[in-house]
C-alpha cells in the first residue's frame, strides 16, 4: 500500500537562486539521505513520485511552498519531520507535513493561485502608486509577450492591494494555474517598477477548494 505526504516549507535567502528543477533534485536527494521507502514510477527510468505545486521564479523567496511525494509505508508526522529536517539544505525550512488522500488530483492541478508580498528596497511614491494600481485595475485588457507569444496579462491578476503601513506592503493574487500563470514580476513592470528594486514573497499557493 502505499501513502501520500504534502510537505509546507518555506523557501528563505540560502536557496533564493536555486532553480525549481534543482529544488525538486534537492527533496529526490533529501529523501534518499533519509532513506524513506519511495515509491517510484514505472518503465525503462524509474523516477521518485514527488509533485510542485507550481514553479517559483529564480529570485523569489516563499513562506508557504508545496510537495507531495509518495511513500511505500506509514510513517509517523513528526519522526518524518525530524528525519528530513535534519537533512536539508540552508535555506528550506519545514513548516509542517501532512497526510493526504492518494485519491486527490495532482497538486499541480489543484492550484488555483498564489498570493504574493512584495517589498520595496527604494523609496517609493506612495500616491502616485495608488494611482498606478487603480489605472491597472480599470484596464479590460494588457497584452504582453513571454517567450516570443502573446498573452493578457488582465485576466491572470485577481486582486492587487497596496497595505500603507511601515514598511511600505503590496499584495498581488495572481492566477497559477496551468497555460494561465501570472508572474509579480511583469506585474511589477505595468506598474513602472524595477523589479530589483523590490523584494518578492510568495505568501501562500491557493488551492482548489481550499479553505
Do not use: C
Not at 521507502?37 to 511552498?65: D, M, R, T
Not at 492541478?109 to 480599470?138: C, G, V
Not at 492566477?175 to 511583469?186: C, D, L, Q, Y
Amino acid at each position: 500500500m502505499n501513502y501520500r505526504y504534502r510537505i509546507n516549507y518555506a523557501k528563505e535567502d540560502g536557496m533564493r537562486y536555486t532553480s525549481n528543477l534543482d529544488v525538486h533534485k534537492m527533496w529526490e536527494r533529501t529523501f534518499r539521505r533519509a532513506k524513506l521507502p519511495l515509491v517510484y514510477s514505472q518503465g525503462f527510468h524509474p523516477q521518485p513520485k514527488i509533485q510542485q505545486a507550481s514553479p517559483l521564479p529564480l529570485g523569489f523567496l516563499s513562506k508557504n511552498e508545496l510537495v507531495d511525494f509518495l511513500l511505500d509505508q506509514d510513517i509517523n508526522i513528526d519522526s518524518l519531520k525530524e528525519n528530513l529536517s535534519s537533512t536539508l539544505p540552508s535555506g528550506i525550512v519545514i513548516n509542517n507535513i501532512i497526510q493526504i488522500d492518494l485519491q486527490e488530483p495532482a497538486l499541480q492541478t489543484q492550484t488555483e493561485a498564489s498570493e504574493y508580498h512584495i517589498f520595496f528596497l527604494d523609496p517609493i511614491d506612495e500616491k502616485l502608486l495608488i494611482k498606478q494600481i487603480s489605472a491597472l485595475l480599470s484596464e479590460t485588457s494588457i497584452k504582453r509577450i513571454r517567450r516570443g507569444k502573446s498573452y493578457d496579462l488582465r485576466p491572470l491578476i485577481l486582486e492587487i492591494d497596496l497595505v500603507t503601513e511601515s514598511p511600505l506592503l503590496l499584495k498581488m493574487l495572481l492566477k497559477s494555474k496551468e497555460g494561465a500563470t501570472g508572474r509579480p514580476e511583469e506585474v511589477l513592470s505595468e506598474l513602472n517598477i524595477p523589479v530589483e528594486s523590490a523584494r518578492i514573497i510568495r505568501n501562500q499557493i491557493i488551492l482548489i477548494d481550499s479553505n
